[in-house]
């Protein structure tokens, strides 16, 4: 039962009905080494069944959603290999959670530099099989960034180690980087670390509206400077997440006495809709979420019209780490094209206040559905000049199905991530409603995302930026990709000929084309 769902918000609303899910894997088993994992590999082969990997199962794409067959949970193969401080690298198994990872390295005063909001929760293979970013991707890059080898058993059973950096021959470490395991299962990998940073300086930022602080980020990047952490709230994500009264308590800015007071009530009504849900009570959730989130046209609507009168701007939280003096330079010179594009200083209390609140939100969705709501995020990504059009394209599709919000981060010199937040009520409300509310949540569920997917694709915008593909995405690979999906199942031909390793993820089921 454990093992028949992921984090995938489609697995959840069957745990909030109270409905059973009706396709269980057969079997589930906890390999130690390479030699286990080929073992199972060929039985699976030779069987012709199927044979999903396992990390720690806090994917929300249904990348680990098995339908019968054997799982193959990883996280006995935990171990920290190697550290070499010479040559700046760690070798580790992939069951192994980032928190303990990044613990190791912390003791040879080390950094991989990676850290998603589920470090305590995820596990560094699993970072492997999807592309997973971390929060201080902008300095350190994405894992397909750092990583310089792994060790991938096949679907044939064969072990091959694959490394990026060999002359005359294609990057199949790249290809197996973020495959979900469709094309072999990771044993091990090395990854570049850092030195840990000796100084960390944080910073909140006001700006009129989000298309001036996306400005203001990219004249930062394309300046040369690569902050650690750069993420923009758009206007209702900062009203909803508090942080621009928090700071303007701190440190008034100029035009403060002019915000508008939230009357208690509307106060209380916003708290029961923050992605966090940190300060709702149930009974008030229930009711709340029932009304408001029952007709979210007319909620997107109301936020429209209410969020530049309650609380004009949005936030842009951004800091920089590293030797202290090299730090410090950086922050100082950010400053000067932040200031440009129409910003205003915050000081550090709203970076401080995020910093120590960053992995809150992995563990704040079950609130959520306790109070009759579902939520889900999309992450998806574009190059500056198609990015304000695809966070524009996206609100609108979604704004029928559910609340939607935003905050921008994963920033690079040629384009950004925007990670969308969707909130819509559940179709009984209350826990334990049954099937037939369940099918009607999903159905609901399988619209949202066709839309929102529709217009990313339509945008000119990639579907993931970091939580993979798995079963929610795999109908728009073909869709973005196009005749490159007939490579993809070329290589899954050689390297899985029976198609035994994670069946239904990546697009990979889907029409095939000719090159």
């Given at each position: 039962?454990?093992y028949?769902r992921?984090?995938?918000?489609?697995?959840?609303?069957?745990?909030a009905?109270?409905?059973?899910?009706?396709?269980?894997?057969?079997?589930?088993?906890?390999?130690?080494?390479?030699?286990?994992v080929?073992?199972?590999?060929?039985l699976?082969?030779r069987?012709?069944?199927?044979?999903?990997?396992?990390?720690?199962g806090?994917g929300?794409?249904?990348?680990?959603?098995?339908?019968?067959?054997?799982?193959m949970?990883?996280?006995r193969?935990?171990?920290?290999?190697?550290?070499?401080?010479?040559?700046?690298?760690?070798t580790?198994?992939?069951?192994?959670?980032?928190t303990?990872?990044?613990?190791?390295?912390?003791?040879?005063?080390?950094?991989?530099?990676?850290?998603?909001?589920?470090?305590?929760?995820?596990?560094?293979?699993?970072?492997?099989?999807?592309?997973?970013?971390?929060?201080?991707?902008?300095?350190?890059?994405?894992?397909?960034?750092?990583?310089?080898?792994?060790?991938?058993?096949?679907?044939?059973g064969?072990?091959?180690?694959?490394?990026?950096?060999?002359?005359?021959?294609?990057?199949?470490?790249?290809?197996a980087?973020g495959?979900?395991?469709?094309?072999g299962?990771?044993?091990?990998?090395?990854?570049?670390?850092?030195?840990?940073?000796?100084?960390?300086?944080?910073?909140?930022w006001?700006?009129?509206?989000v298309?001036?602080?996306?400005?203001?980020?990219?004249?930062?990047?394309?300046?040369?400077l690569?902050?650690?952490?750069?993420?923009?709230y758009?206007?209702?994500?900062?009203?909803m997440?508090?942080?621009?009264?928090?700071?303007?308590?701190r440190?008034?800015?100029?035009g403060?006495?002019?915000?508008?007071?939230?009357?208690?009530?509307?106060?209380?009504?916003?708290?029961?809709?923050?992605?966090?849900?940190q300060r709702?009570?149930?009974?008030?959730?229930?009711?709340?979420?029932?009304?408001?989130?029952?007709?979210p046209?007319?909620?997107?609507?109301?936020a429209?019209?209410?969020?530049?009168?309650?609380?004009?701007?949005?936030m842009?939280i951004?800091?920089?780490?590293?030797?202290?003096?090299?730090?410090?330079?950086?922050?100082?010179?950010?400053?000067?094209?932040?200031?440009?594009?129409?910003?205003?200083?915050?000081?550090?209390?709203?970076?401080?206040?995020?910093?120590a609140?960053?992995?809150?939100?992995?563990?704040?969705?079950?609130?959520?559905?306790?109070?009759?709501?579902?939520?889900?995020?999309?992450?998806?990504?574009?190059d500056?000049?198609?990015?304000?059009?695809?966070?524009?394209?996206?609100?609108?599709?979604v704004?029928?199905?559910?609340?939607?919000?935003?905050?921008?981060?994963h920033?690079?010199?040629?384009g950004?991530?925007?990670?969308?937040?969707f909130?819509?009520?559940?179709?009984?409300?209350?826990?334990?409603?049954?099937?037939?509310?369940?099918?009607?949540?999903?159905?609901?569920?399988?619209?949202?995302?066709?839309?929102?997917?529709?217009?990313?694709?339509?945008?000119?915008?990639?579907?993931?930026?970091?939580?993979?593909i798995?079963?929610?995405?795999?109908?728009?690979?073909?869709?973005e990709?196009?005749?490159?999906?007939?490579?993809?199942?070329?290589?899954?031909?050689?390297l899985?000929?029976?198609?035994?390793?994670?069946?239904?993820?990546?697009?990979?089921?889907?029409?095939?084309?000719?090159l």
């Amino acid at each position: 039962m454990v093992y028949a769902r992921d984090m995938w918000p489609r697995g959840l609303l069957a745990v909030a009905a109270s409905v059973r899910p009706t396709e269980l894997p057969e079997v589930v088993v906890w390999p130690q080494q390479t030699a286990q994992v080929q073992q199972v590999v060929h039985l699976c082969r030779r069987h012709r069944v199927p044979l999903v990997p396992f990390g720690a199962g806090s994917g929300v794409c249904g990348g680990a959603v098995a339908r019968g067959g054997v799982v193959m949970d990883l996280k006995r193969m935990r171990r920290v290999l190697a550290i070499d401080p010479e040559r700046s690298t760690v070798t580790f198994e992939p069951g192994i959670l980032g928190t303990h990872l990044e613990g190791a390295l912390a003791r040879h005063g080390l950094t991989l530099g990676h850290f998603p909001s589920s470090i305590m929760c995820s596990t560094a293979g699993g970072w492997l099989a999807t592309r997973s970013a971390g929060q201080c991707s902008t300095r350190y890059g994405k894992i397909e960034d750092m990583v310089q080898e792994v060790e991938l058993v096949a679907g044939t059973g064969e072990v091959l180690v694959l490394r990026g950096d060999e002359p005359g021959l294609p990057d199949l470490l790249q290809l197996a980087v973020g495959s979900e395991g469709t094309l072999g299962i990771i044993t091990r990998a090395t990854c570049a670390v850092r030195r840990a940073p000796q100084a960390r300086c944080m910073r909140g930022w006001s700006f009129p509206w989000v298309q001036a602080a996306c400005e203001g980020i990219r004249r930062v990047l394309q300046h040369g400077l690569r902050p650690a952490v750069v993420r923009i709230y758009d206007e209702l994500d900062t009203l909803m997440s508090g942080q621009r009264r928090r700071a303007l308590a701190r440190a008034p800015a100029e035009g403060a006495s002019e915000q508008v007071a939230l009357e208690p009530g509307l106060e209380r009504w916003l708290e029961v809709l923050r992605p966090d849900m940190q300060r709702a009570r149930r009974g008030l959730q229930r009711w709340l979420v029932s009304r408001a989130l029952a007709r979210p046209q007319l909620l997107n609507r109301m936020a429209g019209q209410l969020v530049p009168r309650l609380a004009p701007g949005c936030m842009l939280i951004v800091g920089f780490e590293g030797e202290a003096a090299v730090a410090e330079a950086e922050e100082r010179a950010a400053a000067q094209d932040l200031l440009a594009a129409g910003g205003h200083d915050l000081g550090p209390g709203p970076g401080e206040h995020w910093l120590a609140h960053r992995y809150d939100i992995s563990f704040q969705m079950p609130k959520a559905y306790a109070a009759g709501a579902f939520v889900d995020t999309l992450e998806v990504a574009a190059d500056w000049e198609r990015l304000l059009p695809l966070y524009e394209a996206v609100r609108e599709a979604v704004s029928a199905h559910a609340l939607v919000m935003a905050h921008f981060s994963h920033a690079y010199p040629d384009g950004c991530s925007i990670y969308f937040t969707f909130a819509a009520r559940r179709q009984g409300g209350l826990p334990g409603t049954g099937p037939e509310a369940l099918e009607a949540d999903e159905r609901r569920y399988d619209a949202l995302w066709q839309t929102a997917l529709q217009a990313v694709v339509r945008a000119g915008g990639t579907i993931s930026h970091h939580h993979g593909i798995g079963r929610l995405k795999a109908p728009f690979m073909h869709a973005e990709h196009g005749r490159g999906m007939a490579l993809y199942r070329a290589l899954k031909a050689v390297l899985d000929p029976d198609g035994i390793l994670n069946p239904g993820k990546m697009g990979l089921d889907g029409p095939a084309e000719a090159l």
